[in-house]
């Protein structure tokens, strides 16, 4: 089984920044690709972001040259920094872990305020 654990949400001003974090851990494995999706009050859940062990990185075109993905593979981390924050941002953010199966984590809530 691999535990997956988000942190850093929070209530934040437009034009603000967050960064989420991610921790992956359990049993031994290799992870493939980690990233995060998003959920909005009556929408789907959205990629916003990816990044592969060898540090191949993509974008959601909402989040492109806002956001920064990055990964620390010896703490099997995963980290987004989310600036100029919108309201259109506000969200659960989910990270997951693909090790052949995907785990998720429980969400951390990002809410900006106008």
């Known amino acids: 089984q691999v535990q997956v654990v988000e942190s850093g949400g929070g209530l934040v001003q437009a034009g603000g920044s967050l960064r989420l974090s991610c921790a992956a851990s359990?049993?031994?494995?290799?992870?493939?690709?980690m990233g995060w999706y998003r959920q909005a009050p009556g929408k789907q859940r959205e990629l916003v972001a990816s990044?592969?062990?060898?540090?191949?990185?993509n974008y959601a075109d909402s989040v492109k040259g806002r956001s920064t993905i990055s990964r620390d593979n010896a703490k099997n981390t995963v980290y987004l920094q989310l600036n100029s924050l919108k309201p259109e941002d506000t969200a659960v953010y989910y990270c997951?872990?693909?090790?052949?199966?995907?785990?998720w984590g429980q969400g951390t809530q990002v809410t900006v305020s106008s």
């Open positions: 359990g049993r031994p494995f290799s992870i493939n690709t």
């Open positions: 997951y872990a693909d090790v052949g199966l995907t785990y």
């Open positions: 990044i592969t062990g060898g540090g191949r990185k």
